[in-house]
């Protein structure tokens, strides 16, 4: 019997949140709101609503993209900065829920401990979204699953690989993203940035109902084999900042470049894709890497055409849009 889905007033704190008809309902719900946003097409489902947005940790795409999705559907927002507010220094995380409970419809919040989003869930009384904590990222990992069925038109049995550390909020959510569309998805980390095993196992139960599986490999050229999808994430996650020359040094063997590219055997065919939910140091052209140039991935995979950086990035919109729509109307 087919699951009905109903996601009004739900929150999203962790993709496991969701069952996998429900995951699948939302990346649906993405397409059709994309498309509605290039045909020009007014919408307003989400006419008087108010949306807190809360940052702890900078953002780019996450900030725009819930702004810009709300506004496209005529919600208002109200951008929260961790200067800004009270939370957690001056007021207690559940007080600071119960006051944006009575005035908001939702809250979106990115930040340090997965806890403070469940807090702000439990206490607010309307949907919260995690934009990132230090555990999760699961509108990030919806935007992933966008991205490659556009390009693969499917998504049940494409290996993924993930490179870099294998135990930070984009891999784990990704790998949970791929265990519940049925993928085989692959972590190639070292030993000393594994996942936790609970996490895994969960993950590789849902993969095998799926008819996927999850590997952990430590091998670049073992775990890239024939590869649909080529991942990776920055080496060092914000809040991290103190671990950046251990790292670097750590995963300088996980650097996703052309020669790792050629060892998927799906370049020639253009059956592999690269992403990045980005930022990404692949030159020189910021602060941190002004001096050492490229770290997770060099500029020739960052610039070539199997490179869906971009589309990915805007797939943050469509998604992020989808899930606004499914828990507030
Ligand atoms: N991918 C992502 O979450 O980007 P931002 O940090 O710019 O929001
Ligand atoms: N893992 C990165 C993702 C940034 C979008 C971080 O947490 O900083």
């Known amino acids: 019997m087919k699951e009905k889905i109903q996601l009004t007033g739900r929150s999203l704190l962790k993709l496991s949140d969701l ?7 939302l990346l649906d719900l993405a397409d059709t709101l994309k498309k509605e946003k290039k045909m020009g097409l007014p919408r307003d489902r989400l006419r008087k609503k108010n949306i807190a947005l809360l940052f702890e940790k900078a953002s780019t795409r996450t900030r725009a993209a819930f702004t810009v999705a709300a506004v496209d559907e005529g919600a208002s927002v109200e951008y929260m900065g961790m200067h800004d507010i009270h939370l957690g220094k001056k007021e207690s995380i ?8 009575r005035m908001f419809d939702a809250i979106q919040f990115r930040g ?27 509108t990030q990992a919806l935007a992933d699953l966008m991205t490659i069925r556009e390009y693969f038109h499917y998504l049940q049995g494409l290996k993924v690989v993930y490179l870099g550390d294998g135990r930070n909020n ?17 972590d190639c980390t070292p030993p000393e940035l594994m996942p936790p095993k609970d996490f895994l196992d969960q993950a590789a139960e849902i993969a095998q109902r799926n008819g996927g599986t999850i590997t952990v490999c430590p091998d670049q050229a073992d775990a890239v084999k024939n ?18 020359a251990r790292r670097v040094r750590l995963l300088k063997p996980y650097q ?9 055997g799906h370049l020639e065919n253009d059956t592999v894709i690269f992403l990045h939910c980005l930022p990404a140091f692949h030159n020189n052209e910021t602060e941190l890497t002004h001096q050492c140039g490229a770290l997770e991935v060099t500029d020739d995979v960052f610039e070539a055409p199997f490179s869906k ?9 469509h998604t992020i849009k989808a899930v606004i729509v499914a828990t507030l109307t």
């Open 112 to 138: 340090f401990r997965q806890e403070t989003a469940e807090i702000l869930a439990r206490y607010s009384g309307v949907p919260v979204w995690n934009g990132l904590t230090d555990d999760e990222h699961p």
């Open 170 to 186: 984009v891999c784990l959510s990704l790998m949970m993203g791929c265990a519940k569309s049925g993928m085989h998805f692959v």
């Open 19 to 25: 069952t996998d008809g429900e995951m699948m309902y």
């Open 309 to 317: 950086v971009f589309d990915q990035a805007e797939n943050r919109l």
């Open 256 to 264: 996703v470049n052309m020669s790792l590219m050629r060892q998927t």
């Open 94 to 101: 559940k007080d600071t829920a119960r006051v944006l409970g």
């Open 227 to 244: 590869a649909h999808v080529i991942y990776t994430d920055v080496w060092v996650s914000m809040g991290e900042e103190d671990q950046f």
